[in-house]
């Protein structure tokens, strides 16, 4: 089965919203709310992978970012390990580059049904920790 290494961006603000995007009706999980980001080429750390993959999806040059959570999950035919970070640091504002919606949501507010399967542990820790 194919197995891809993402890296992936949770964009949170100084009001503790999240930048989200939806993926494109032809994608892998059309039409979902994600946390942007993208694969991770042969010659690249997951960091840097994230820098590239924020700047082309949503135009920001990220300065700070932390690893949050390494989550494994196999949907039917293919296999990610995804990489999330918190950004709490960038130069310019985050927009749909590619033209896809965006939208920015209270993360007391996130709904996992929302997002791809892979990402229902990380929403919910992203709900524990805001309500803590
Ligand atoms: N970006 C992103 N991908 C996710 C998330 N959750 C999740 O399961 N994925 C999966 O990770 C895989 C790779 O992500 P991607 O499609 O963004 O990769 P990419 O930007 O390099 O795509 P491209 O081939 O169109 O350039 C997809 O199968 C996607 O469904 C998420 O929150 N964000
Ligand atoms: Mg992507």
Same mark, same amino acid.
Do not use: C
């Given at each position: 089965m194919?197995?891809?290494?993402v890296?992936? &961006?949770?964009i949170?603000n100084?009001?503790?919203?999240?930048f989200?995007?939806q993926?494109s009706?032809?994608s892998?999980m059309?039409n979902?709310?994600?946390?942007p &980001? &993208?694969?991770?080429e042969?010659d690249?750390s997951a960091?840097e992978a994230l820098k590239?993959?924020?700047l082309e999806e949503? &135009?920001?040059e990220?300065?700070?970012?932390?690893?949050?959570?390494?989550?494994d999950?196999?949907?039917d035919d293919l296999?990610?390990t995804?990489?999330?970070?918190?950004?709490?640091?960038?130069?310019?504002e985050p927009?749909?580059r590619?033209?896809?919606?965006?939208?920015?949501?209270?993360?007391a507010?996130l709904?996992?049904?929302e997002?791809p399967?892979?990402?229902?542990?990380?929403?919910?820790r992203?709900?524990?920790?805001?309500n803590r």
């Amino acid at each position: 089965m194919k197995h891809l290494q993402v890296a992936v &961006g949770i964009i949170r603000n100084a009001s503790k919203e999240i930048f989200l995007a939806q993926r494109s009706a032809s994608s892998h999980m059309a039409n979902m709310w994600e946390f942007p &980001g &993208g694969k991770i080429e042969a010659d690249e750390s997951a960091a840097e992978a994230l820098k590239r993959e924020l700047l082309e999806e949503t &135009g920001i040059e990220v300065t700070a970012a932390e690893p949050f959570e390494i989550a494994d999950h196999t949907y039917d035919d293919l296999r990610v390990t995804l990489h999330f970070f918190i950004v709490e640091g960038w130069n310019g504002e985050p927009y749909g580059r590619e033209g896809q919606p965006m939208r920015w949501v209270p993360q007391a507010q996130l709904v996992a049904a929302e997002f791809p399967p892979a990402n229902i542990p990380i929403v919910s820790r992203l709900l524990a920790e805001i309500n803590r």
